[in-house]
């Protein structure tokens, strides 16, 4: 149920969550089950379960930058990007970024997992967490039809979850263009064979949306996770309330004990109270920032800022990454416009609502996305430099490629394994039906936009505050492209774009052989050009992790492989922050899996006594 500051600060609770997002909410919904165990949930933003703009999925597009529902981060300058700020889009809302993202179910893959627990983070391989993917989703088959309409054969019913988890489906309106897009990928035998979900499949294929499918609604953590709950007396949230910081005991002879957080809200100051645990679900942005506020970072930074430094964390809010993109469009035949295209040129977009609110069907079912290519690096290159991953890694990863940061060279380690491989995923494309090309389209013609994504690159960023007021906004500084292999790879998957568009079906419906482009694409016959346009239009993929990651201590580990942060007795991060490496797929499923994990081993540790820790020795 949801309380007023005052109330929940007047009582004392077993766990206090900070951060009511898409993990905090599943943490908090799986330890209420217990009707023994008393939960706050302290969120920022609101409750948008019963808003159109946020259960339209449609609508997602309008969410990005608007301050009621996005936290609306900016980066710093990039400066491989060419100086630019670039946004940083993260969800305000009870379900956190599950209520702005854009629908997108894709997953990791299992060299993804086997590779976090070879960086010392033994019960978290594939084996391991497989089943929490699984718990975590509620699948919803298509009929017949609509399955052959999708080339949706692939489904594997066997790995995926039926229960109580978020919805996920197919929706039922989708255009030519984009169910003729993974089609493309088997003409150039590129085409999925088995369910991409297994974690080995590579290749093109309409994917699954976290969507309802009777009611065609966006399914979140916030209508999923919390709204069936809400009633239960031993879960308390509050909302339009920031978290400022961890408070600990005293006494800290066995290690740090967190005996609440401090909150705000409407200019007031409140404190709750935990007798158990506090679990951070801040998110990659919020939860290095809550820590480092608290005592918990670089001691440098810490003191610079004038805040006591309790814990001397140095990997606090560094290793960011995040999956960097950038798109290109092609201006489709007049024939095209046959399409149902009014929900892009907006024609007719009130019967597209209307459709949408009598019958839960038509456009504004979808966000227009709705196809994924897992691929290698050696597929997306031409004949004869196939080997060219070798070559990168020859060229650039020599010495100390780890530039003297602890656990890096371990990752890189690892990820220059995948650049060299024919059967694992090192980029994936995405299309959509609308313009993707950075310097915009002209509105009065229709484009099919598609993109390519890095999925591990070897770039690292970071977030840490420039402030003690947790009102001011950390510096965020993902330094995208900063390593040269991340440009050169990314530059060759957008020059691979042109093979997938030039090849039937898709070729077809594009003027001129897929060759007339929206303003700002790069002359595709002139590399140097192509990167400087990659520069110039890089983005992100809106899947940050890992700035407070589960590495030993020595490698600059935030949390240990149970989730406790270093250096305290009860205090854990649970969210896409504690990613080691950036996995394949929407990290939304990833986070998914993270909560629910975390819940378990809480529900594990819940009657055993906390662990004595020195501060000095992890």
Aim: charged share 20%; hydrophobic share 35%.
């Amino acid at each position: 149920m949801e309380l007023a500051g005052a109330a929940v600060a007047a009582m004392s609770y077993d766990y206090v969550i900070a951060g009511g997002g898409t993990a905090g909410l599943v943490v908090a919904a799986r330890l209420t089950e217990n009707p023994k165990v008393n939960v706050a949930v302290i969120e920022a933003g609101l409750d948008r379960n019963d808003d159109p703009r946020v259960y339209t999925p449609y609508k997602a597009w309008g969410l990005q930058n608007d301050f009621e529902y996005d936290w609306a981060y900016n980066s710093t300058p990039q400066v491989y990007a060419n100086n630019r700020s670039i946004a940083q889009n993260r969800g305000k809302m009870l379900g956190g970024s599950s209520g702005i993202n854009l629908l997108q179910y894709t997953h990791a893959a299992q060299d993804d997992l086997e590779d976090w627990e070879a960086l010392g983070n033994p019960t978290w391989a594939w084996d391991d967490v497989f089943k929490y993917f699984l718990k975590a989703e509620n699948y919803q088959a298509p009929d017949p039809g609509l399955q052959d309409g999708l080339s949706a054969d692939y489904i594997n019913v066997t790995l995926h979850g039926k229960g109580d988890g978020i919805n996920s489906s197919f929706p039922d309106w989708y255009n030519e263009a984009v169910s003729d897009w993974p089609k493309a990928f088997d003409t150039l035998g590129l085409g999925v064979t088995e369910d991409p979900r297994d974690g080995i499949q590579l290749g093109g294929y309409n994917n699954l949306m976290t969507r309802d499918q009777a009611t065609g609604r966006r399914a979140f953590a916030g209508n999923t996770y919390y709204q069936p709950n809400k009633d239960r007396p031993n879960l308390h949230v509050i909302t339009d309330a920031v978290v400022s910081k961890v408070n600990f005991a005293e006494d800290h002879s066995d290690g740090f004990l967190a005996i609440g957080v401090s909150y705000t809200v409407n200019g007031t100051d409140y404190i709750a109270e935990a007798t158990k645990e506090v679990i951070i679900a801040g998110g990659p942005f919020g939860s290095p920032q809550i820590l480092e506020l608290s005592g918990i970072g670089n001691a440098t930074l810490l003191q610079k800022l004038g805040i006591g430094c309790l814990v001397d964390s140095p990997g606090v809010g560094e290793n960011l990454q995040d999956h960097q993109q950038i798109g290109v469009s092609h201006e489709m035949k007049e024939s095209q416009l046959a399409i149902e295209l009014a929900l892009y040129n907006q024609t007719d977009p009130d019967s597209a609502e209307q459709e949408f609110n009598a019958r839960g069907t038509g456009p504004f079912s979808s966000t227009g996305i709705g196809s994924i290519a897992f691929l290698s690096y050696p597929q997306i290159l031409p004949q004869g430099v196939k080997e060219k991953g070798k070559e990168l890694i020859e060229k650039y990863l020599v010495g100390d490629y780890g530039n003297g940061v602890p656990g890096l060279k371990e990752q890189h380690d690892l990820i220059k394994v995948k650049l060299m491989q024919n059967n694992v995923t090192f980029v994936s494309n995405s299309a959509s039906p609308g313009d993707s090309s950075p310097a915009g389209a002209n509105a009065t013609k229709h484009y099919f936009g598609h993109g390519c994504i890095l999925v591990h690159p070897f770039s690292r960023g970071s977030s840490h505050i420039k402030s003690n007021n947790i009102s001011v906004y950390p510096d965020i500084d993902p330094r995208y492209l900063s390593h040269p292999i991340d440009t050169e790879v990314l530059t060759d998957a957008l020059i691979n774009l042109q093979a997938v568009a030039q090849v039937e079906p898709l070729v077809s419906i594009l003027r001129e052989n897929g060759t007339v482009y929206a303003p700002g694409a790069p002359d595709f016959d002139n590399r140097i050009n192509v990167t400087e346009s990659l520069r110039a239009g890089v983005f992100t993929g809106w899947h940050p992790v890992g700035t407070c990651g589960m590495f030993p201590f020595r490698n600059n580990g935030v949390v240990n492989p149970r989730l406790r942060v270093y250096g305290t007795r009860n205090v854990r991060v649970i969210d896409s922050s504690i990613a080691p490496l950036i996995p394949r797929g929407n990290t939304v499923s990833m986070t998914y899996m993270i909560a629910e994990k975390g819940a378990d081993m809480m529900k594990e540790d819940m009657d055993q006594p906390l662990p004595k820790l020195d501060a000095n020795n992890y």
